[in-house]
């Protein structure tokens, strides 16, 4: 449904006068950060994917590339088998209709001047969907399935709550009727019971509409409840790609045992990761495998040259060196709705 072909993307810092002069004579500016660095991913239809990794992996940069926010530097993504930056005009509009994006940040990404009614409107409007009558029963609509009173309508979004305004969020993804929905961190800046009550939501929408809803998230622990495939970023690279069924019972890559073991100990959960060292800088990655200066598993080779992501076990990726047997696989798990806190809406 959606897939990124080997995608890289690099903020450069801004040029100057002289920079962009040497860039007219094409000669590429260097530096800069490497927040991608070559990810091949596919989204399949109505699944639930987890991207997982420590801050600054380039999550949030690879969700943007799925979803036109950016534009990739080398490599590609395809949506229905197009690429993205071949689309005809009225191929992107209905590209914009099927995949959206909630962002990381919902109160940086509400426009603070419309009030709830009119954010869930306005893609309704650009979209030349029913008439005013229409539009405003469906911003009831809306606001009902995501849990919000209608006499939130009027509501500008610094009157919401963090919880009500990501449910906000929610609604104008959802306006559309997407069959992609990418949610960044839905949940990270809210306390464990409203977290719960956002995913649970989530996963509802995802049910109930035959989504593919693409999670993204720093943690493991949640991930591992509800998501059918977990991909797991480190250092602008992915690490593994592994089936919800296999999470925790193979010999995984080093940096995902690492993170499985502090998503299985609560009090390290608490503190995110057990893992010693800091990430690798962007703008300098280390030649090898962006994890050896951290790995208690590293040899010679993977300081010297990046493990290549291959497939071992059927729908079972994994990048890295020292990989042994792995062991069979359990039965079949499938999502399960958050216990966390309190449920109600
Ligand atoms: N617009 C930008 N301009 C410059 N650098 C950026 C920009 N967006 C991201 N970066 C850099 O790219 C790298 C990857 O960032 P990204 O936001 O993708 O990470 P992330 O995995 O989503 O992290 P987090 O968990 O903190 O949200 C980081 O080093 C970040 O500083
Ligand atoms: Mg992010």
């Known amino acids: 449904m959606l897939e990124a072909r080997n995608v890289f993307k690099t903020f450069r810092p801004s040029l100057g006068i002289a920079g962009e002069i040497r860039k007219l004579f094409g000669r590429a500016p260097q530096g800069g950060t490497q927040a991608v660095r070559g990810v091949s991913l596919q989204v399949f239809p109505r699944e639930i994917l987890g991207i997982v990794g420590e801050s600054g992996s380039g999550k949030s940069t690879l969700g943007r ?78 606001l009902g399935e995501v849990g919000l009173d209608p006499s939130f309508a ?27 929905l990418i949610a960044d961190e839905p949940a ?28 993204i998230s720093h943690d493991l622990a949640l991930v591992s409840l509800i998501a059918t495939r977990v991909a797991i970023m480190y250092g602008g690279l992915l690490m593994e790609l592994i089936p919800q069924d296999l999470l925790g019972h193979i010999n995984h890559h080093p940096y995902v045992k690492a993170l499985w073991a502090s998503a299985e100990s609560s009090l390290a959960k608490e503190q995110n990761l057990i893992l010693e060292g800091e990430p690798p800088d962007p703008e300098n990655p280390p030649p090898g ?33 020292s990989r042994g047997e792995s062991a069979p696989a359990p039965p079949e798990a499938s999502p399960q709705p958050l216990t966390l806190g309190n449920q109600s809406r």
């Not at 799925?66 to 509009?93: C, D, H, I, M, Y």
């Not at 009027?154 to 992609?180: K, V």
């Not at 200066?293 to 291959?310: D, G, T, V, W, Y």
């Open 65 to 142: 590339l799925f979803s036109s926010l950016l534009l990739p530097e080398r490599g590609e993504v395809l949506f229905e088998g197009k690429n993205l930056q071949e689309l005809t005009k009225a191929e992107k509009l209905l590209f914009r209709r099927k995949v959206q994006f909630m962002f990381q940040d919902p109160a940086s990404s509400l426009n603070p001047r419309l009030t709830a009614g009119r954010t869930l409107a306005e893609g309704l409007v650009i979209h030349k969907i029913g008439n005013r009558a229409s539009r405003q029963k469906r911003v009831l609509e809306l």
């Open 289 to 321: 495998c962006p994890f050896a200066p951290r790995c208690p598993e590293a040899q010679l080779i993977c300081q010297e040259s990046s493990p290549p992501f291959k497939e071992d076990i059927p729908g079972h990726s994994v990048a890295c060196f």
């Open 154 to 180: 009027r509501r500008y979004p610094h009157q919401f709550s963090g919880g009500q305004r990501q449910r906000l969020s929610l609604a104008r993804a959802l306006s559309l009727n997407p069959e992609i």
């Open 188 to 215: 990270s800046a809210l306390d464990v019971s409203v977290q719960a009550q956002i995913v649970n939501l989530l996963l509802e929408e995802q049910k109930v509409r035959g989504l593919a809803l693409v999670i």
